[in-house]
């Protein structure tokens, strides 16, 4: 029993994938992608744009057949039981898959129906979730006169008119304010407390961190690395340490000085005054801070700890997961 | 104070997430005939909001028969009303086919929109989502229609079939639109743009609906142009409208248009469909 959340036994798998492939001409999208994912987990696909995130997800909702390789979704057969496997799942796109020139009471409605609701049971449903979802006051209103985060919500809404056991987001909180982005967040946990099995991609690091189990991180349609987050840390090294300079053009010889005292490999972060390495011991990092004092390079902001997932991925890939520079959170 | 009153809330609102999460019990998969009409039902609301593409089949018809009669009555057949009657049967049909294509274009924009993608991972019959679009697509023919033939009615077009041979001509013309719109369907799933579909629509239909008999007897023309328009499936059509609409059709026109309507369907709608649930 000591290890029993690794030994469930099939039926305990929302989605088995092996070795899946899906070819775009001589582009391989998704290049042999072995996956697993637990009955009411989250699951996060992270990786850069065009990694082939999106491309998995659509093999897997069974909108694209792949070019190799075999999955199951619930124990059913992705190749033979479309229908049984669609009465299972929703999918949300990454651009908004509802009829922009409907109201969202309209789109709910015809998901409702769609889904085998009566009328008159499909109008209540629509109306139940509406209210849920803080959209009651846009109900009447076109989906095209939308916020960014509203139209997320109803979204998502449509998702969920009958309950998934299986709901895959592509990217569901793109493009949001924080605050929207929260409210997609609770929508995500609630449906996970009710035993929905989510598989979400996201380019976000601290997205994944926060709603999933485990993360499976992608590079050229290819798994570089899976575990849960702190296992992926972990992999990476116990420790790191953050520095930021108060002067771009120091980083160069900052970098050498650290090399130097720390014998490890420093990273440059894609902002121009971050740098990074993998190291243990803190003796070893405050001699370095003292030798970067020494040689007159000021530093505005330094962390030693775990390594956030920005570093994971900088680690595993050799680049950073997003071309834009990440800010960093001072001191944590 | 105001801390406890927004954790409240969003207990509050947390409470509404999980019991409309949890309340939904899974009902079975909609007939193929519910689903069907739930699309149906989506196409009305679409033009109850968007009534802007009404244009094609109100104005369109209008503009078409003024224009063709008077640009060309005089020249063609001495006088504008004499003409009205060999021209508004062929006209009705080239301009009901010339709208057809605007089903594809929806079904353009529905992929290119991602709510294709959603319609393709329900439990439905799939077509339905075909057919219950093109079905409100047969509502806006029938208006092109009624439109076109009242306003001919004005002008002095005088129909010597009757009521009922008015009636028999649209049916005819509804059957083979409906047919006709399935290969808009295909060009609609393949063609990436929605203005490169616009040019491949015009590109056939304007051959199609001028080299015809929509326009002037085709005894009139060089031979092989003749026998041209002969084949064409507008010509067919127009023929048998014409002649129900002014009494003279005969089984072998009618059939024509009907095996015409069966082949086009018999082809394009299996493709589309096949297309609709490959799409890449």
């Given at each position: 029993m000591v290890n029993a959340s690794y030994q469930a036994d099939a039926t305990d798998w929302a989605i088995e994938a092996k070795g899946l492939v899906k070819v775009f001409g001589k582009h391989r999208a998704v290049d042999g992608v072995d996956l697993t994912v637990r009955k009411g987990t989250v699951y996060g696909f992270l990786g850069p744009n065009g990694a082939g995130k999106t491309t998995t997800i659509r093999v897997l909702a069974t909108l694209l057949k792949p070019d190799g390789g075999s999955a199951e979704i619930f124990g059913h057969d992705l190749s033979k039981e479309g229908d049984e496997i669609r009465s299972r799942i929703s999918l949300t796109g990454q651009y908004a898959s509802i009829d922009e020139d409907l109201t969202g009471m309209e789109n709910l409605v015809m998901m409702g129906r769609l889904m085998g609701y009566g009328r008159a049971a499909a109008k209540i449903r629509a109306a139940e979730l509406l209210k849920a979802f803080g959209l009651q006051d846009a109900a009447k209103r076109q989906v095209k006169n939308y916020s960014g985060g509203m139209r997320r919500r109803i979204d998502i809404a449509a998702s969920i008119v009958v309950t998934p056991e299986l709901l895959f987001l592509d990217e569901p909180t793109a493009g949001l304010d924080p605050r929207s982005r929260n409210q997609v967040w609770d929508i995500i946990r609630a449906l996970v407390g009710s035993g929905t099995t989510v598989l979400l991609t996201t380019q976000y690091l601290e997205e994944a961190d926060q709603l999933a189990d485990r993360i499976a991180v992608i590079n050229q349609g290819k798994i570089i690395a899976e575990g849960t987050s702190s296992e992926l840390k972990a992999s990476v090294g116990t420790g790191t340490l953050s520095l930021q300079l108060a002067k771009a053009e120091e980083r160069s010889r900052a970098a050498e000085i650290l090399?130097?005292?720390?014998?490890?490999?420093?990273?440059?972060?894609?902002?121009?005054?971050?740098?990074?390495?993998?190291?243990?011991?803190?003796?070893?990092?405050?001699?370095?801070?003292?030798?970067?004092?020494?040689?007159?390079?000021?530093?505005s902001d330094f962390s030693f700890g775990r390594p956030s997932l920005d570093e994971v991925f900088l680690t595993l890939t050799g680049h950073a997961a997003t071309e834009e520079p990440q800010p960093e959170e001072g001191g944590s | 104070m105001t801390g406890y009153i927004e954790q409240r809330e969003k207990e509050a609102t947390e409470l509404r997430l999980n019991e409309s999460i949890a309340s939904s019990e899974r009902p079975k998969p909609p007939s193929a005939v519910a689903s069907t009409l739930t699309f149906a039902t989506r196409a009305l609301l679409r033009i109850k909001h968007v009534p802007e593409q009404m244009f094609d089949v109100t104005v369109f018809p209008v503009i078409f028969l003024l224009m063709f009669t008077y640009l060309f009555g005089g020249a063609i057949a001495g006088s504008t009303e004499e003409y009205l009657q060999f021209l508004l049967p062929g006209i009705l049909v080239m301009t009901v086919a010339q709208i057809t294509m605007y089903t594809g274009i929806d079904l353009n924009n529905d992929i290119r929109k991602g709510i294709f993608d959603r319609f393709r991972t329900l439990p439905i019959w799939l077509p339905s989502a075909l057919i219950g679009s093109l079905l409100v697509d047969v509502v806006r023919y029938s208006m092109a229609s009624v439109i076109m033939i009242t306003l001919g009615f004005a002008l002095g077009f005088r129909p010597a079939g009757g009521l009922m041979g008015v009636l028999g001509a649209i049916a005819l013309i509804l059957v083979f639109s409906f047919s006709l719109s399935w290969i808009w369907t295909v060009c609609g799933l393949i063609v990436r743009s929605e203005k490169a579909l616009m040019m491949i629509s015009f590109m056939v239909l304007f051959p199609l609906t001028f080299v015809s008999n929509v326009f002037v007897d085709p005894r009139t023309l060089p031979s092989w142009l003749e026998s041209f328009v002969d084949v064409n499936p507008i010509s067919i059509l127009a023929t048998a409208v014409r002649g129900a609409m002014h009494g003279t059709v005969t089984a072998q026109q009618v059939i024509w248009v009907l095996i015409v309507s069966v082949i086009m369907t018999a082809i394009f709608a299996p493709i589309t469909v096949y297309l609709y649930r490959n799409k890449k």
């Open positions: 090399e130097d005292k720390l014998s490890v490999a420093v990273h440059l972060m894609p902002d121009s005054t971050s740098l990074t390495a993998q190291i243990n011991d803190s003796f070893l990092v405050a001699e370095a801070l003292s030798e970067l004092a020494k040689n007159q390079i000021a530093v | -």
